[in-house]
């Protein structure tokens, strides 16, 4: 049967014409569904070979063998809904992610378009399935979809964001989160997470990405009656470890090599990241998972040494209770004011945390230097003060009406604002005289510094669109 099947993926893998393709997707139809025993019962080799030559093929040029390929794989996902009593289908989704990060992992996911059609085929193919309707099918298709998409997004900006440390860790952070059910893609990003944070001096949360990977290992292996303790042990450490418990198995994976030995040394990295953020507190909970390992295997003179760090800990803790110090970073909030530039980033806020003493000017100049490259020096400016930004009509003209910018957009499109700047320039000036009729005494100083400000705004408006206003 397996040469039979290899013969059919060799079509697929050495491309052939559309025709012949035609009937090659024909085959491995009839294939799947007279022996889909094959595919979802004992070792996962034959799914997973499938699952990622027929992503291949779904970025393909010719909309036919796209359309082919879509159906295929949703054949494949209910076949695999069928076989389980329609309980869900844990292998192909299980094997569509790990083929999806292999692919991009091979640079061989092209055609990024194509492929978004391909899975839009796929979700059609689910909510008009009438006899899938009642099931939990349809939204489990379109969760895994969403799986796909949040990876192929977070993975086309990392690159873009390579200099730019929070950015490239929440995208990091996104693939991880999308990687969930799978644990040893999951385990691999919070890894790169860990290795990012590192760098960037930021130990604790690199700390906790160890913690998150070695709960996950933790969970695996406590399943498999393999250690004694699992997910809820975390759970003094960190409330967010509930995260983990979205890992599904499957009893056909071979791929996923987890051992007490790989635990212990994720736990050792915890315990070293946490002494290098002084979170000394939560050093011996950790260390609880590691002492009865080492004690079972009598390796003495790591017991030592861990209780010598667990020594030099507790009293690092009474240290500072006694002192009242310990900085564990500086945090600011930082805004991104622009829609051009920002687009869904636009007026959004986000909470820096930044390495202990670091000053408002220190934080300022990193953004300045980060964003002038992105944008331009010219477009970039910090506000340092917490009041309500209001990006007005100047901020519109300049990124709108400036000769450097004007030729981006349709001439007509130009015309149009340059007249309706024209209009709201009448309608301030109108509004200042009336304004100035009706006030009192008491509100002349007030009224004078608007009629600044509205000088101010028309003579800038003026130079920006070369005529006087």
């Excluded at 895994?144 to 990392?158: E, N």
């Excluded at 996104?174 to 999951?186: C, D, G, H, I």
């Excluded at 042990?233 to 198995?249: G, H, P, Q, R, Y």
Aim: include cysteine; charged fraction near 30%; charge should be positive.
């Amino acid at each position: 049967m397996k040469k039979v099947f290899d013969i059919y993926l060799a079509f697929l893998k050495m491309g052939q014409s559309e025709t012949a393709l035609k009937h090659v997707f024909a085959s491995l139809r009839a294939f799947s569904s007279k022996f889909s025993a094959a595919f979802f019962k004992g070792r996962v080799s034959l799914c997973a070979a499938f699952c990622y030559e027929v992503l291949k093929c779904c970025t393909s040029k010719l909309s036919s063998t796209r359309g082919e390929a879509s159906a295929l794989l949703y054949l494949l996902m209910r076949s695999n809904f069928e076989y389980s009593k329609r309980r869900n289908f844990l292998r192909t989704h299980l094997q569509i992610i790990i083929a999806v990060s292999q692919l991009i992992a091979d640079v061989a996911l092209t055609g990024g378009s194509r492929f978004q059609e391909s899975l839009s085929i796929i979700n059609n193919f689910a909510n008009s399935d009438k006899a899938m309707k009642a099931t939990t099918f349809p939204s489990e298709v379109k969760d895994l979809t969403k799986k796909i998409r949040t990876v192929l997004m977070a993975t086309a900006q990392m690159k873009e964001h390579e200099r730019d440390p929070e950015m490239l860790v929440d995208l990091q952070f996104s693939l991880a989160k999308s990687y969930a059910s799978t644990p040893e893609l999951r385990k691999t990003w919070l890894e790169s997470m860990a290795k990012v944070h590192v760098k960037n001096g930021d130990f604790s949360e690199a700390a906790m990405c160890y913690v998150h990977a070695a709960a996950l290992v933790a969970e695996y292996l406590h399943r498999k009656k393999s250690f004694a303790s699992g997910l809820s042990a975390f759970k003094k450490i960190t409330l967010n470890i509930d995260e983990e418990s979205a890992m599904k198995e499957d009893a056909g994976m071979q791929d996923v090599y987890y051992t007490e030995e790989v635990l212990v040394e994720l736990l050792e990295q915890c315990v070293d990241g946490l002494w290098k953020a002084e979170r000394y507190e939560l050093m011996s909970e950790i260390s609880k998972f590691i002492i009865p390992v080492y004690e079972k295997r009598r390796e003495f003179e790591k017991l030592s040494l861990l209780y010598s760090t667990l020594h030099r800990a507790y009293s690092k803790v009474i240290e500072v209770m006694h002192s009242g110090r310990r900085l564990l970073g500086t945090f600011f909030r930082v805004a991104f004011y622009g829609q051009s530039f920002f687009e869904d980033e636009d007026g959004k806020e986000y909470i820096y945390k930044e390495p202990k003493l670091t000053g408002l000017s220190e934080i300022s100049q990193r953004l300045v230097s980060l964003y002038s490259d992105k944008c331009g020096c010219e477009n970039v400016k910090i506000i340092s003060d917490s009041n309500k930004v209001n990006a007005g009509p100047l901020a519109y003209a300049r990124v709108f009406l400036e000769d450097s910018k004007s030729s981006r957009y349709p001439n007509k499109k130009v015309k149009e604002l340059k007249e309706i700047f024209r209009k709201f320039v009448q309608a301030c000036s109108i509004a200042l005289d009336l304004n100035e009729r009706l006030i009192k005494e008491d509100q002349f100083e007030y009224h004078e510094g608007l009629k600044s400000n509205f000088k101010d705004m028309v003579k800038e408006l003026s130079d920006i669109i070369h005529e006087q206003l």
